[in-house]
Every structure is written in structure tokens, then in C-alpha cells.
């Protein structure tokens, strides 16, 4: 028992560690609250920005401190506080607006046009601005921290506590298994208020915790050329105590149709850390729009911008001096609150009307994950056109769940230069980013000597317990740890969520799939129970061994089927995979079936096959993958099949009929990402897209004779796809693609050309299917095909007084399939209206769709669709 008073009590203590902070509220010298007022720790780049009740919530760790609150237009404050060890600070401030911004003011009060006038002489200069650092060289430093900000629960402490904690880990594991349910029992009653703690605390169900839970900083050369960037990595430090989990190249096999460039690889990735490259860091005010796919939906205008009268009012709010430079300082608001622009103060100086500072929010209601989203940036005395950043600090907030996540990004440039001798560079065609070979092993001694800002009090306790905590996770008492709670079994597990075994020693894991994931009551002939499973071996010079396997028995016609796949990545630099599969399985047809046809029998045959795979990158871009078959392919006309499918799919469930037949294929798919961006980190390519189309091409060939193969054909197919943003009109996506069966000797129906099938209410997506083509369609002939969708991103309902708050965007496209087969011609098309929703970490849209449709074989159609289109926080893309 006292054990486990001693482990609550530890748990309780770390919970009240956890939540010190200084916090209180920002008002003006008439009463009013004061939203967007910086309020950070001096000398640091710890700090929050009060929301719209003035309130603010520092995190901080027991020490003293000078607190600054800064806005332009007020005098700034600066408060010394001391903090002790578990508690908090309450510290309210109240800002004068500044008397030399004040009296200024009063001088031109009755010059109502001094602001357009200012902005005027501003969009003048504007471009020679931009052209004077189009090509640039700094070195930067780069810092990121995310602080979350949540309910703690005593339980919860434990769960983070036993993540985090070596003490806290070693503490609750010493406990017996009677005594973990007793410790657990008693915090759910603590939580509940039917129990006290026996230890006098302050905790509450409603107390909050601030703690870092990530953070990185970086130190690199960028170069500038134009819209081109290029960053030489010196120095990188991720603060990750743990691993991450093993760099997987994902499994292609031969169960998708073609090859696809984006399920290569994985890569770490958190949709809450919003900048990584050059391009995403870089805030250009001197442009007239900003794409920032992380933050908005459309791109961000400028005040500077052409089009900044249209979308902006400018105040003039006063003046100050630097070094007897005279410097206006203007406010602006936007005229379009849920648009993709920017509120706040900007500074310019006179004569050059070359920015001084920038302190602005995006309007809350255009931001995809965030609630607030501040910028300060500073710039350095205009040197003739060179008006160059020299700081910029990002601070944003994320609602995720119950809890709040504050992230403070900082960027500072030094020794920038526009001198074309320092901009030369060496990189691979392609190539964004390279790193030197010690970026990743720098100590932290390097990064004391090298830090340009030093870590706030907080970061600093975070540095320090990551590196006391690197030796322990890297231990195999900590590895068996972890590969235990892994290994545990339980029924929840067994029903929900599989089991598998991992041991990240030997680097080997393996999987079974859950009950509810093997009941399958849709399956050929009826019920059939399913039971798939993988494996894989990671080596130490990244070698990647994948196994995957699945047995499936129906009951009606007591028949087992069953495949297996083999695979090895054996040049992870280049992708080179080759992958083994075979067995005796049902297959799917048209594997781009409709819902409504996936489940019937007219889309499966028996296949008893064996197939090898090699696929590589040939050059930067360009992917193939070639393929050999062997396939002895059976009807399912002398299967039972249960009465309720009949009932349920009708004419869909009658199987396809034709005679068995053997089949040897050789199949070629090549891919071309145009100027497609990638960086080497260590041993592995990480690709990073393209802002050119992907071209893809396709030949198939049955090898008559081969192994007494009885097909005798040749295919070609060749497509075009993009994503495009039309800067303020919205996006594109657009998938073109032709092909023939350029030889037909002896060609079998399963081999055909299929086309996606359209469901009845539902809306799939449009650059790879048809939405009134009917349940399914295929082609033994040559056919042209074409699909086109263009959404608004709030460009037209954004501008409305009443919908532009409720994130509704319009959206139309096209599509169209010749077929020369029996001259078919087909043409639809579509308009809807969609609302964007985020829930965490997920985006998605829900769209209404109207569809009409005609072709020469049946009457003009007309319907409505419900779809959902989902948002992709690596690649930064939609679905469609």
C-alpha cells in the first residue's frame, strides 16, 4: 500500500510541475481587451500572443523572468516575475498607446488619404524590391516548439509519465499486476471526486498542463535563384529521445492496378509542424500572393499587393524614428473576414518605403488547422533595393480535441548577400536539399557554440531531458520495454486491432489481422472466414525484407484459397525492389470496381498464379516497374452461391463465363515525375513532389506458348494527371489517358480494358471515374478518356457577407470516354457545393453534387451525390 500512495504521490507532484505558468490579461489604458499582443520572455523566443479576451498563458518553468508585451501603436511593458517551484503567476498588464505615435497622428488627423497615399508610393517601389533579393544567399538558423497545453487527469500523468519518465517507467513497473489495477481503480475514482487523494494537492479535473512535446532547430545556407530554392544542411538536431518507428517502404505487389509513386515510401511526418523547406519558411510581403497550402485553402494576398486596395483598409497609425529614419506605421484590416488575408500594423520606411516590420494575424476563418496564426517579422535598413527579413517569428495555435497545442516557429538570417559569386551551388537536378555528413551527429556542446538564439528556460528542460533520456531508450532494457507493451496480448486486441510482435533490436516485425477484420459474410459463395498476416526484416544498411500472406475458406463450397508475397528493397537510395507472389485465390476483375459491384460474383475469377516484380528508379523521376505473370484463370460457374447475393446484387452476381485458359504476361509500368523534387537524409531519398504533370505509361504483353499460355495480345495505355492551384481561382486536378489493344489474336474477356463503375448516391472520384456510366464497362478496343474537377476554395461564396463563415466553396468539372468500340460516346457533367471540416488531424470536404450525363446509347441522366474528399498534410494535396 505504500507503494502505491508513493507512485500517486510521484504522479501528482510531476502533474503540478507540469503546469506552472504566467498568465493574465492584456488590456488597453480605456479598459478593453487586447487582442494579438506579443507577450514573450526577454532574450528568448518563448512567448504567446494574447487571444481575442486579451488572455494569455506563458509557459514557463520556477526561476525569474522579464515578461514583454509588445504591439505596435502601444508602448512596450516589460514586467519582472519570479516563479516558484509548482505554482503559477497571475500577471495582468495595461498598454498607453504610444505619445510620439499619438502626436503625429493629431498632425495629419485631417489628411484622410495619408494612408493610400503611403501605400501608393509603397506598391510603386514594390517591385524593385523584389527583383533586388530575387537571387539570395543567408544562413539561417531555425527553430521550432511545439508546447501543449491540456487537461491532466492523474491517469493521463501516469500514461505520459511512463512514456517520458525514466524514474516514473521504472516506478509503476516495480508495482504488482494487483497493485496496477488497484492504482488505476483508485485515479478513476479520484478523477470521478468519489475518492481523495491522500496527499494534499491543488489538482482539479479542470487544471491544465503545459509541457514541450516537440521541438527541432537547424542551421543551413539557403540559396535564392529566383523561384528556385536550395538549403545545404550544416547542422540538424530533432530532440527525439526515442527512434522513430523503422523507415518502411511500403508493399506495391501486384494487387494494385499499375504503380504508383506516392506508396514507394513513408516518412515521419506531423501535420502540426506547418514549416519544413526554404519555400514554406519564406513570408514574401514584397509579393502579391503567398501560396501556403499548410495554412489556407487559397493563397495568401499581400497588403503590398496590386490587388491590396480591393481587399484591404489601411489607417495610418502614427510614426517612429530609427536612427533618425523616419518610419510610418500604418494598420490594416481586411474587407473580407473569412479570406485569405491579414490584420495588424506594417511599418515602412520614408522615402524607400521599404518595409521596417511586420506584426500581423491571418483571419481565423481561413486557416485549415489553426485557430490563430500570428507573423512578426523584422527586416534590415534597405541597402538601395535589398530589403531583406532578417527575423521572422511564426506563432499559431491548434485546437486538437481538449487540448491546445501553442507552436513558435523562429527564423534568423545573417550575412545575407546578393553577390552572384556566393550564389553558386552544386546539386543533382532535382535536389532541394542536402546535408552535410556530421548535420545529424552534432552534440550538444555544437549547438550551445552555435545557437544564434539561445532555448528559453522551458526548451532548455526539454534539451536536457532528451539527452539524459537518448542512452536509456537506446538500451535493450528500454527496447524490450517497449516491445513488450507491443507484444502484449489481450481480447481486445485479438478482436480489434490484431496482434504482432515486434523487437526493435533485430528489427523484426510481425502481424495477424483481427477477428473482426477475418469475418468476411460477403464472400465468394458466402461466408468465408480470412486470416492475412505480415512480416518484415529491417537490416542495418536499410535492407528491407517484406513477407504478406492470407488464407481465406468458405464454408458453403469448403474451399481454401490462400496467396503469399516475398519481397526484398535491396538499393533503398534508388527503390529497387524485387517482389515474389503466388498462390490460388479469387481476384478481382476490374479491381476499380463501384461499390455496388466489388462485392458481386461478375467481378471475380479463380486465380491459381505465380508472378516476380522488379521495380527501380531508373533516373531521378522516372520509375518502371516490370512485371511477370503466370495464371491459370477458372470461371466460378461451377461455384455455390449463396441465395441472399442473388437477391441483394441481381444480375451483377451472375459470374463471368468463359473457358478456363492459361495465361503468361509480361507487364511494364513506367512513371515520369517531371522535375520532381527530392533530399538524401542519411541512406534514404526523400521525395518531395512535383509541380509538373505525372505521365504514365503502360504495355502488356501475352506471351502465346509459354508455359502453354493460350493469350496472344499487346496493350499500350499512356495518361497525363496534375494538380494545379490557379493562385486565387482555386485548384485543378485532371487525368488524361488513351490506349489499344493494338493486337487482339486471342484475347480473353477477363483481359479486357476496364472502366470504374458508377454507385448510385455515391460521389467517387472524378479524375479516376464516372459518376453516370452505369455499375461497370470495359473496352477490347482502342479508347480516350478525360476528367477534369476544379474547386473554388471560397474564391466566389468566401466574398458573401452570411456564407462565408460556414467554409462553403463551389466546385464543377467534366468528363468524357470514346470508345471505339461500337462507336460509344459518352460526355457528363457536374456542379456542387462543398463544406470543408477538420477533426485533429484530419481535413476533409463534404460535398452535394449535381450530375448529368449523355451518351449514344442511352437518354440524357440526371442525379445528386454525396461525396467526401480528403486532404493530404505530407503532399499537401486533396484527393481530388
Known sequence: MRGLIAIIFFFIVINCSLAQRVSGYVKSADGGA????????KNTNTGVISDENGYFALPVSNGKYVVVFRMLGYQTLENEVSVQQYSSVTLDAVLNESALQLNEALIVADNKDLARSIMKNVRDNRRDFLKGISDIRYYSYRRQTMVYDEPRHIRDSIERAREDSLMASMGYEKLTPKE??????????????????????????????????????ILLYTYKKGNRYFEEVIGENEYRARPPDNYVYISIGDDVDGLSVDNIQYVRHNPYMLFDQAESWEFNFYKNTMEKDMLTAQPLVSPLSSAGAANYRYEYAGLKYIDSNKVFILKVDPVFPNDALFKGFISFYEGSYAIDEIDLDINPGALLYCQTFHIHQKYAKPNGHESVPVETLLVYKIKDGNRFINTSALAVHVNSTTDPDSLNYRNKSGEVRSY??????????????????????LEINYSHEIDSLREYYASDEYLFRIDSTYNHISILRILFRGIGKRNRKSQIRWYINPIISQINPLGIGGYR????????????????????????????????????GLGLTYVPKKFVRTFFRFGDYYNMVNTGASISQIFSRSNYVRTQTFSIAQRMELVNGLFAELTWQYSDQKPLTDMQLANWSNSLFGDLNDPIEFDRYTKSEFRLDIVYRIKQQYMMKGNRKILLGSKWPDIKFTYRKGVPGLFNSEVNFDYFEIGLEDYIKLNRWGTSNYAFSMGSFVNRT???????????????????????????????????????????IHHFDGTILGKVPLLSKANLSLAFGTGFLF??????????????????????????????????????????????????????????????
Open 34 to 41: 487586447l487582442p494579438g499582443v506579443n507577450v514573450y520572455i
Open 436 to 457: 552535410n555528413p556530421l548535420a545529424l551527429e552534432r552534440d550538444s556542446a555544437y549547438w550551445d557554440s552555435c545557437r544564434i538564439v539561445p532555448l528559453s528556460p
Open 819 to 880: 470508345m471505339e468500340q461500337n462507336h460509344f460516346r459518352h460526355f457528363e457533367f457536374f456542379g456542387g457545393i462543398e463544406k470543408r471540416i477538420r477533426i485533429r488531424e484530419e481535413i476533409f470536404r463534404v460535398g452535394l453534387y449535381a450530375i448529368t450525363a449523355d451518351n449514344n446509347f442511352s437518354n440524357a441522366a440526371f442525379t445528386w451525390k454525396i461525396g467526401i474528399n480528403f486532404f493530404d498534410s505530407y503532399s499537401r494535396k486533396w484527393e481530388y
Open 180 to 217: 496496477k489495477r488497484q492504482a488505476r481503480r483508485k485515479m478513476r475514482r479520484i478523477k470521478k471526486g468519489k475518492e481523495k487523494a491522500e496527499v494534499d494537492t491543488a489538482y482539479k479535473d479542470t487544471a491544465r498542463v503545459l509541457f514541450v512535446d516537440e521541438m527541432n532547430e
Open 529 to 564: 472466414h480470412n486470416l492475412s498476416g505480415s512480416l518484415k526484416k529491417r537490416f542495418n544498411n536499410d535492407f528491407l525484407l517484406e513477407t504478406d500472406g492470407m488464407i481465406d475458406y468458405g464454408f458453403k463450397n469448403q474451399d481454401l484459397r490462400g496467396r503469399l
Open 746 to 788: 486471342n484475347l480473353r474477356v477477363v483481359e479486357y480494358k476496364y472502366f470504374r463503375g458508377s454507385d448510385p448516391y455515391f460521389f467517387s472520384n472524378p479524375t479516376q471515374s464516372f459518376q453516370l456510366l452505369g455499375p461497370t464497362l470495359s473496352s477490347s478496343s482502342a479508347f480516350m478518356q478525360g476528367n477534369y
